[in-house]
């Protein structure tokens, strides 16, 4: 079974300022892990993905998310924050096999960004 | 097509009447998935197809929504005798292959569905 947590569900930051989203994943198997962003009344677009290579993951627009096994987390960092991040954010886990199971994502509640001009 | 697409972006119904969601994948990905996004759930995910096969449906929430797809290609989701609690964004994706070989999922822009 595999579940996703994101630590806060609403995020406020100062335009430039450090950008810090919270994910924390249970697995029992590794897992592949994802960064989603949603844009009011649109799709989900993928940020980022984490499929067992390098543990730091650099993705669009100037996001990365590091992989700590230790922690169980895959948090996501953007050194400074402009207008245009402000939106909806998703972690989301799915195993690392192939069949049964391995078919679907598992996503977080998700956190909203407002970035303060 | 370019990217996922589904149709139609918005749809207001009444309770009891059956509704018919399509979603077009992008083209030569042979995996499709529907999930619901609702403010009291969040994202959950409701069924995926391996071409046109759908090994696993436990993900739908009841025997009133159903799912196929066709020619390896289009998907309809339909939901019979709709419920307010069924109202939510109904959202497709499609992939190269199953999520677990490290294929990304691309997703449409969603369909709103509100039953009044």
């Known amino acids: 079974a595999q579940s996703v947590t994101q630590l806060g569900s609403h995020v406020s930051v100062s335009e430039g300022a450090l950008v810090l989203l919270r994910c924390n994943y249970s697995s029992s198997v590794p897992p592949y892990l994802f960064w989603y962003v949603q844009y009011p009344n649109q799709g989900l677009q993928l940020l980022l993905k984490y499929t067992s290579a390098a543990t730091l993951v650099k993705g669009i627009n100037g996001f990365e998310a590091e992989f700590k096994k230790s922690e169980t987390s895959f948090h996501l960092t953007k050194p400074s924050a402009h207008m245009s991040d402000a939106a909806e954010y998703f972690c989301?886990?799915?195993?690392?096999?192939?069949?049964?199971?391995?078919?679907?994502?598992?996503f977080g509640k998700g956190t909203k960004l407002s970035v303060i001009p | 097509g370019a990217g996922v697409s589904q149709s139609p972006s918005n749809k207001v119904t009444e309770k009891g009447k059956d509704v018919e969601l399509r979603c077009d994948p992008i083209s030569g990905h042979t995996a499709l998935y529907w999930y619901r996004q609702s403010l009291g759930q969040g994202l959950e995910f409701l069924i995926y197809f391996q071409g046109n096969s759908a090994p696993d449906k436990s993900g739908l929430p009841s025997d009133r929504f159903s799912a196929e797809r066709t020619g390896g290609s289009v998907s309809t989701l339909t939901i019979q005798r709709t419920q307010q609690e069924d109202s939510a964004v109904y959202l497709c994706?499609?992939?190269?292959?199953?999520?677990?070989?490290?294929?990304?999922?691309?997703f449409g822009p969603g369909t709103r569905l509100t039953v009044t």
């Open positions: 989301a886990v799915s195993p690392s096999y192939s069949g049964a199971g391995s078919y679907q994502l598992t």
């Open positions: 994706a499609s992939s190269l292959g199953l999520a677990g070989a490290s294929y990304e999922q691309y």
